[in-house]
């Protein structure tokens, strides 16, 4: 029987997973086809139970729903629970459809894709303290990554997460600011970019280190204000196009127990981006 996914959000047009997903089923010979479904909020109740009603093997799930789809699923997933958002849906066994959330793992696979595991030792600046921030950072976590600092405007948010993931220190931008040189690793989640035509980053990189990994979860554009700065300081840049491939990669496992090509992928995505 054909298998059918989907991803739901409100806007979802601009979407480039059900391009991904269809392709990945053409190359591994998947029945199975992925559809966009614009779903306003004030909907997600009906849509979630439609989705359900109509056999759904499973579905990614973007803004603005993450957090409003937790109390529609019939089971979460222990990191989901902990992350309190949820970005893919699976149909079990039983019936029931289980929440998980791949971004901040998808994010992981890209950082190690680029710079291997070597550097899970160093510190590690985690710039902002969003619902991305929060994914990545239990993420880290999660795959050996102990040294994390997270910084925000907010103090309060970057607190919160810390206490959550029961490490991490939290600062300010402008304590982050004066020490940017004792960090290996910046992983920048803020939406910083041009404002009426003028750089607008959370704060000044002056004290950038040469020898640096700067990463943005940012991937249209490929080359983000952050990481344009970061290169130009000599760092190697790393954009959110490996952490959008293999969240969705991570997802396809889950649904169809097998990891898809995600080298090609990247590849040609960043052909279609440039």
């Given at each position: 029987m054909k298998k059918w996914f989907a991803v739901i959000g409100d806007p979802i047009s601009h979407s480039k997973s059900p391009a991904m997903h269809n392709a990945w089923y053409t190359e591994m010979d998947v029945d199975a086809t992925y559809i966009p479904i614009r779903v306003e909020p004030a909907n997600l109740r009906e849509a979630v139970a439609s989705l359900?009603?109509?056999?759904?093997s499973g579905w990614n799930v973007t803004i603005p729903h993450k957090e409003a789809i937790i109390p529609l699923l019939d089971e979460l997933?222990?990191?989901?629970?902990?992350?309190?958002?949820?970005?893919?849906?699976?149909?079990m066994a039983d019936g029931k459809y289980k929440g998980y959330n791949t971004d901040g793992a998808g994010f992981v696979r890209s950082l190690e894709d680029a710079v291997g595991t070597v550097h899970r030792d160093k510190p590690i600046l985690l710039i902002g303290a969003g619902g991305a921030a929060r994914g990545i950072a239990f993420a880290l976590l999660a795959g050996g990554y102990r040294n994390i600092t997270i910084a925000n405007r907010t103090v309060m948010k970057a607190e919160a997460i810390c206490e959550e993931l029961g490490t991490g220190q939290a600062v300010s931008l402008v304590e982050a600011e004066n020490k940017l040189h004792q960090f290996a690793i910046f992983i920048q989640t803020t939406p910083a970019g041009m404002a009426n035509g003028t750089l607008n980053l959370p704060f000044s990189l002056e004290k950038f280190p040469q020898d640096a990994i700067a990463a943005d979860i940012v991937y249209n554009p490929l080359m983000t204000p952050f990481l344009q700065a970061a290169e130009e300081k000599g760092a190697t840049i790393i954009n959110g196009l490996g952490m959008f491939v293999h969240q969705g990669a991570i997802a396809y496992n889950y649904w169809l127990g097998h990891y898809p090509n995600t080298s090609n992928t990247i590849i040609e995505l960043t052909a279609q981006l440039k």
């Open positions: 359900k009603l109509l056999g759904a997933d222990e990191q989901a629970a902990k992350m309190g958002a949820v970005n893919t849906v699976v149909k």
